[in-house]
């Protein structure tokens, strides 16, 4: 199958399905010489991970990684890394019921007359499963990235379903299960979801992600603009629906006198474009945000057709989130990472005697 492989000159080829022996991803284009174990990679892992609390689906695995090549005496060497994860926890005959029919919401239709064939544990290939590896890979960038430019990253939730999140702190992110930036709502969102479960329904959620202390000078004009492979890698993510970049949506209602990110000495003054002027990273915050749709395997019985086009009744039987986006920011960190550092070695490659550094323009916008 096409489509399986992220990234230029930092590739990462997704291997796997959701009920198969083992998921994970192959890395090229690493540079050598960096540092790089397991430990590095499973603290990511283990924020996206299934069965961490009940507002999550239940399937118990553990995620562990192993590092299968490109490393060697606890260093890259340039050459392929091999990410395993194993599965442990399927569940395939929760599935027997969809055998002849197609999920509303699902890539069941779309994969079944493309490919004319599927595998519907759990969604195959099209499973959110999927994102795990790319996560792995997401940890490695970000240490390639934090150690060349001291460059971070970090998500939160902004919105359930209906109920918006203020912004608080964020230091509240990893101290709830949905990546609140908020104590004072979680018992609301616990409750919220609670009811959902009981009634067989679910929610989609917003997520903002952003990075700091980026290089300036990623991207590249016209079609490969940093932005736009910020867009394509966000709209990879199952159940992502809409991206904003910087001030998003919101812009149409803005004048021209503030919608510019005005510069002065000291250094821009807001940051409406997100970090990215002309397809090019300004030394500003990476500011992005995502709309991730209801998750699609319910409860509910909802009308559908079987393989024959006639009319059917599905209902989803299995252990699912009632909110795909609640373990959402980890992975979509991780695209973020992907991104940034396929473009900073696409800069070295095309600019190697221009200086790539941190903020050339001091000061930086405030915290939103």
């Given amino acids: 199958m096409s489509g399986s492989t992220f990234g230029l000159l930092f590739r990462v080829t997704n291997f796997g399905e959701?009920?198969?022996?083992?998921?994970?991803?192959?890395?090229?284009?690493?540079?050598?010489?960096?540092?790089?174990?397991?430990?590095?990679?499973?603290?990511?892992?283990?924020?996206?991970?299934?069965?961490?609390?009940?507002?999550?689906?239940?399937?118990?695995?553990?995620?562990?990684?192993?590092?299968?090549?490109?490393?060697?005496?606890?260093?890259?060497?340039?050459?392929?890394?091999?990410?395993?994860?194993?599965?442990?926890?399927q569940r395939s005959k929760d599935y027997g019921n969809i055998l002849q029919t197609f999920r509303p919401g699902h890539a069941d239709y779309t994969y079944w007359h493309k490919y004319g064939i599927r595998d519907p544990r759990g969604g195959g290939r099209s499973s959110a499963r999927l994102t795990a590896p790319m996560v792995g890979a997401g940890a490695v960038a970000r240490k390639w990235l934090r150690q060349q430019y001291g460059?971070?990253?970090?998500?939160?939730?902004?919105?359930?379903?209906?109920?918006?999140?203020?912004?608080?702190?964020?230091?509240?992110?990893?101290?709830?299960?949905?990546?609140?930036?908020?104590?004072?709502?979680?018992?609301?969102?616990?409750?919220?979801?609670?009811?959902?479960?009981?009634?067989?329904?679910?929610?989609?959620?917003?997520?903002?992600?952003?990075?700091?202390?980026?290089?300036?000078?990623?991207?590249?004009?016209?079609?490969?603009?940093?932005?736009?492979?910020?867009a394509h890698a966000m709209m990879a993510i199952n159940a992502v629906k809409g991206v904003e970049i910087g001030a998003g949506f919101a812009s149409v209602a803005h004048k021209g006198t503030h919608h510019g990110d005005s510069l002065s000495p000291e250094g821009f003054r807001n940051n409406n474009a997100g970090g990215v002027l002309g397809g090019i990273s300004t030394g500003q915050d990476i500011k992005v945000s995502i709309a991730i749709k209801p998750t699609s395997s319910i409860r509910s019985p909802r009308e559908s057709i079987d393989l024959?086009?006639?009319?059917?009744?599905?209902?989803?039987?299995?252990?699912?989130?009632?909110?795909?986006?609640?373990?959402?920011?980890?992975?979509?960190?991780?695209?973020?990472?992907?991104?940034?550092?396929?473009?900073?070695?696409?800069?070295?490659?095309?600019?190697?005697?221009?200086?790539?550094?941190?903020?050339?323009i001091p000061g930086r916008a405030p915290e939103a």
């Fill in 18 to 89: 959701s009920h198969g022996p083992a998921i994970g991803c192959v890395i090229d284009g690493c540079p050598p010489g960096m540092e790089l174990s397991e430990a590095d990679i499973q603290p990511e892992l283990d924020r996206r991970r299934p069965g961490t609390s009940r507002h999550v689906t239940q399937r118990n695995e553990p995620d562990a990684v192993e590092i299968l090549s490109g490393v060697y005496e606890g260093r890259t060497t340039g050459t392929p890394i091999c990410l395993l994860i194993r599965n442990t926890d």
């Fill in 151 to 230: 460059t971070e990253f970090r998500g939160c939730m902004t919105q359930l379903g209906e109920l918006t999140i203020p912004f608080e702190s964020w230091e509240h992110v990893s101290e709830n299960p949905f990546f609140a930036p908020n104590a004072s709502i979680v018992p609301q969102l616990e409750d919220y979801l609670d009811g959902l479960r009981k009634a067989g329904d679910s929610v989609g959620a917003r997520i903002h992600i952003e990075a700091s202390q980026v290089p300036v000078g990623l991207g590249e004009p016209l079609f490969d603009k940093l932005d736009a492979d910020i």
């Fill in 308 to 360: 024959a086009g006639q009319s059917a009744t599905v209902e989803t039987f299995g252990r699912h989130d009632p909110c795909v986006g609640i373990r959402a920011t980890p992975i979509a960190e991780a695209m973020l990472a992907l991104v940034l550092m396929d473009h900073a070695l696409r800069h070295r490659a095309q600019c190697g005697d221009v200086r790539v550094d941190t903020p050339r």
